[in-house]
């Protein structure tokens, strides 16, 4: 029981300071909000093809989410501990973080919205091959 009080002691003191807008350090190579929203949607999008995929194709092409994790850390010339870096610090600065996951969100809906209509069109080519 003694060991638990410390332990609760942190957690009620990391909750009580991550919700105030001062949060975590700038750090020194500060990502822009448009670059932390594009890698935010990038991180999504290819979580989201991990999961599509990971059933549904054979072992040999399934993407694991390391390697869209790679992936973006390579497109966007990251390290994973500036990558890091920068999640906390805007993640610490409530406000902000969720004005750029509105964005991230709003593209999001955007591409599901682009997907089911491309849906749509292929079901009725299926439909009517004469294009009558």
């Known amino acids: ?12 003191f990391i ?12 750090p020194d190579n ?5 670059k932390m929203e594009n890698i935010l949607y990038d991180i999504h999008m290819g979580e989201a093809m991990s999961t599509r995929h990971h059933y549904s194709v054979a072992d040999s092409l399934k993407i694991e989410s390391l390697d ?20 906390i610090y805007y993640s610490s600065r409530p406000k ?3 004005k750029i996951y ?9 591409e599901i919205e ?6 749509n069109m292929n ?6 091959p004469q294009g009558e």
């Open 1 to 12: 029981m003694k060991n638990i009080f410390p332990i609760l002691i942190l957690i009620l």
């Open 15 to 26: 909750g009580a300071t991550s919700c105030t807008e001062k949060g975590y350090p700038k």
């Open 30 to 34: 500060l990502l822009s909000e448009k």
């Open 68 to 87: 869209v994790y790679q992936g973006i850390l390579e497109k966007y010339e990251l390290t994973d501990s500036l990558l890091a870096q920068n999640i």
């Open 96 to 98: 902000l973080y969720e």
């Open 102 to 110: 509105e964005k991230v969100v709003e593209r999001l809906n955007l």
């Open 114 to 119: 682009d997907q089911k209509q491309q849906k």
């Open 123 to 128: 079901v009725i080519k299926k439909e009517d």
